[in-house]
């Protein structure tokens, strides 16, 4: 399947998120044999220290949002574009987590927020999914606080000899059939696996966090290079 272009691609994804929204979580669980959760503790612990309202952009079911809160009990704004992903994971919060996590639906490339008005944000599987990623890092750094820290989660491709023909055999041909016979989607998880394969190394994405104006950027691979989480700060002064 051919990866969708620039324009078609937003269509495609918001349609794509909002077929499969109702499984999305038990998938997550179940391809990542729960791993994800220990990414996502991960990725918050990355901000810690954080003050102020954290932005979650690419919140989907808001799972990112509630840890985040869970974590540092701050405030946490949740934007996705895909409002049945938005809808489906705020009927879920609890009376306490709703008070603290606002759902926003809204593009991520063109946030409808305020200059410098983030402590820190995240991003969990979302950088892959946006049409044009560096406006959305840019968008991501100009809400930021300077001194702000920025946590995005992304998968990544294994480099491991034989681990990684696994993997890939694994991405290919497993995933998008256990994925597409639960969610009933099929071409979602052929295109989960094709967008991994054909997104930036790990090395590019540190590159636009750098051209965007993010300073001590780094990153680190997690269980053998599947995912990785990288780390940015917004300088403290900047020529905004
Ligand atoms: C793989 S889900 C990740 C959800 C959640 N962060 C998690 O950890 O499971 C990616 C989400 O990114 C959202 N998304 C993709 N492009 C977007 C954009 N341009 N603006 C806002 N949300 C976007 C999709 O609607 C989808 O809900």
């Given at each position: 399947?051919?990866?969708?272009?620039?324009?078609?691609?937003?269509?495609?994804?918001?349609?794509?998120?909002?077929?499969?929204?109702?499984?999305?979580d038990f998938l997550n669980s179940l391809l990542s044999l729960g791993i994800d959760r220990l990414w996502r503790y991960s990725t918050?612990?990355?901000?810690?220290?954080?003050?102020?309202?954290?932005?979650?952009?690419?919140?989907?079911?808001?799972p990112l949002?509630?840890e985040?809160?869970?974590?540092?009990?701050?405030?946490?704004?949740?934007?996705?574009?895909?409002?049945?992903?938005?809808?489906?994971?705020?009927?879920?919060?609890?009376?306490?987590?709703?008070?603290?996590?606002?759902?926003?639906?809204?593009?991520?490339?063109?946030?409808?927020?305020?200059?410098?008005?983030?402590?820190?944000?995240?991003?969990a599987f979302?950088?892959?999914?946006?049409?044009?990623?560096?406006?959305?890092?840019?968008?991501?750094?100009?809400?930021?606080?300077?001194?702000?820290?920025?946590?995005?989660l992304e998968f990544s491709?294994p480099?491991?000899?034989?681990?990684?023909?696994?993997y890939?055999?694994y991405?290919?041909?497993?995933l998008?059939?256990?994925?597409?016979?639960?969610?009933?989607?099929?071409?979602?998880?052929?295109?989960?696996?094709?967008?991994?394969?054909?997104?930036?190394?790990?090395?590019?994405?540190?590159?636009?966090?750098?051209?965007?104006?993010?300073?001590?950027?780094?990153?680190?691979p997690m269980t053998l290079g599947i995912v990785t989480l990288?780390?940015?700060?917004?300088?403290?002064?900047?020529?905004?």
């Amino acid at each position: 399947m051919p990866l969708p272009n620039r324009e078609e691609k937003k269509d495609f994804v918001q349609e794509k998120f909002s077929s499969v929204t109702a499984r999305y979580d038990f998938l997550n669980s179940l391809l990542s044999l729960g791993i994800d959760r220990l990414w996502r503790y991960s990725t918050v612990k990355a901000l810690s220290g954080v003050t102020g309202p954290v932005l979650d952009v690419c919140a989907g079911t808001l799972p990112l949002s509630r840890e985040i809160f869970r974590q540092t009990k701050e405030p946490v704004v949740a934007l996705d574009f895909c409002y049945d992903m938005l809808r489906f994971g705020a009927q879920r919060l609890s009376a306490l987590e709703r008070r603290s996590i606002h759902p926003l639906c809204a593009d991520g490339e063109s946030l409808p927020l305020a200059s410098s008005s983030f402590g820190g944000f995240s991003v969990a599987f979302g950088i892959r999914n946006l049409a044009d990623l560096p406006r959305g890092l840019s968008e991501m750094f100009r809400v930021l606080r300077p001194g702000g820290k920025g946590a995005i989660l992304e998968f990544s491709r294994p480099t491991l000899p034989v681990f990684k023909d696994l993997y890939r055999f694994y991405l290919h041909r497993v995933l998008p059939r256990i994925g597409g016979a639960i969610s009933g989607d099929q071409e979602a998880y052929v295109y989960l696996a094709e967008s991994i394969q054909g997104f930036f190394s790990q090395h590019e994405v540190c590159n636009m966090l750098k051209e965007s104006g993010f300073v001590k950027v780094g990153y680190m691979p997690m269980t053998l290079g599947i995912v990785t989480l990288y780390t940015c700060t917004k300088p403290q002064v900047t020529d905004e």
